[in-house]
């Protein structure tokens, strides 16, 4: 069954600490994206990579890194500098990237919390 | 330039009415405008999309208006029942690498 894979689905983080959020996809799909969630604000994008090894800065991108190493994964750090992480995190795929008139497919998010 | 712009924020509608959701955009160059579906505590799927090529779109209960001199388009959710309860997202793609979403709107579908 193809589709995206996102890690933990609930993650609690420490003040002044760094955590990463997983999303591997077996669609084969070039292009990934990360979104924020939160309330009435609909989604804003993070970052994006369309290809392996490249990426580019979303709206929102203060306070995260990505990588791109392998075509499957696109790992998202939520780093200490990210003043309210609290959010619903929602990862994404779309089958060629620089063509935003595509389909976009969506794993089931990880809710990141702060203790 | 590249807002799409969603209204209601949220709706109530009672069993087996009509649910219509607006959205409104900006950019001229867009001509992709998908429809996602997203229930509590998953990922929004895509349900419907419609090209600029042609004024509606219908898939079972669900139908795309497209009005391209407005720049605005519509989901129609036609005998609505309590299982289309959800969040709705419109957005608007193409002449740009970023699908650009609008603010979502909750619907509540009573029996």
């Known amino acids: 069954d193809g589709g995206i894979t996102q890690s933990p689905k609930y993650l609690f983080r420490k003040e002044g600490q760094n955590v990463t959020l997983s999303c591997e996809q077996n669609?084969?799909?070039?292009?990934m994206y990360w979104y924020r969630q939160d309330p009435g604000q609909g989604l804003r994008l993070i970052y994006y990579s369309q290809i392996v090894n490249d990426f580019q800065k979303g709206d929102i991108a203060e306070g995260y890194s990505v990588s791109r190493e392998k075509k499957e994964s696109f790992p998202l750090t939520v780093t200490s500098a990210q003043k309210n992480p609290t959010a619903f995190y929602l990862c994404a795929s779309s089958y060629t990237g620089g063509y935003s008139n595509q389909p976009q497919h969506f794993g089931d998010g990880t809710r990141l919390s702060i203790l | 330039q590249q807002q799409v712009k969603q209204s209601p924020q949220s709706l109530i509608v009672q069993k087996g009415g009509i649910s219509i959701i607006n959205c409104a955009y900006e950019?001229?160059?867009?001509?992709?405008f998908p429809w996602y579906q997203q229930f509590p505590g998953k990922g929004p799927a895509l349900l419907i999309a419609i090209r600029p090529d042609v004024s509606e779109k219908k898939e079972g209960r669900f139908t795309i208006s497209f009005n391209k001199s407005a720049k605005q388009f519509s989901l129609h959710i036609m005998d609505s029942q309590p299982g289309d309860s959800a969040t709705y997202f419109c957005?608007?793609?193409?002449?740009?690498?970023?699908?650009?979403f609008g603010t979502g709107t909750r619907l509540q579908v009573f029996p």
């Open positions: 950019n001229t160059a867009f001509d992709y």
């Open positions: 957005a608007g793609g193409g002449g740009t690498d970023k699908l650009i």
């Open positions: 669609l084969n799909h070039d292009a």
